[in-house]
């Protein structure tokens, strides 16, 4: 069949068009339908099945993280039980307000008994925190290098956490004497925090 024979055919009387023509216009149409229907019906189906397939992929991640930390459950209570006994520990450590006032007179007692000499010895506002409460203490201290030395030993030393903070050593009127400024520290823990 030559480009003629096609140019010939009459489209208002298929029926007696040859039989390839009549095979390609089946195909074609045949084609167009499978288009259309892949377009309107398939399309969007196979949209979701992808979304969904990428969905499973993290579901199954999420599960598997889910699963190891399931596994490992015991071994996390258990830790969170050790943490909590060291937490209550360390708590205790901390002074409670009727504790304060006896603090600072073991902050004073222990600077005049390695010999120094308190200058400035005056207690800030507290300052609450996250959980915690900070009580600050603003210190001038005169005495010499060992025995500054024994005062911030003996702070660290005490039983109910106090830290020193911002400590700046001066030389003082004579050769041994030095001043010490500093800011003690305390913390109180807040209940119900």
Known sequence: MDLKSINEIDFRNLGEAPVVVKVAIIALIVAVLAGAGFWYFIKDQ????????RREVQLRVEFEEKQERAAN?????EQLAEMERMFASLVQLLPSTAEIPSLLVDISQTALSVGLEIELFQPRGEANRTFYAEVPIQLRVRGNYEQLAEFVSGISAMPRIVTVHDAFIRPGSSDDDLLMDAIARTYRYLEGT
């Open 46 to 53: 196979v949209e979701t099945l992808d979304r969904e397939e």
């Open 73 to 77: 459950l015991a071994a996390y209570e």
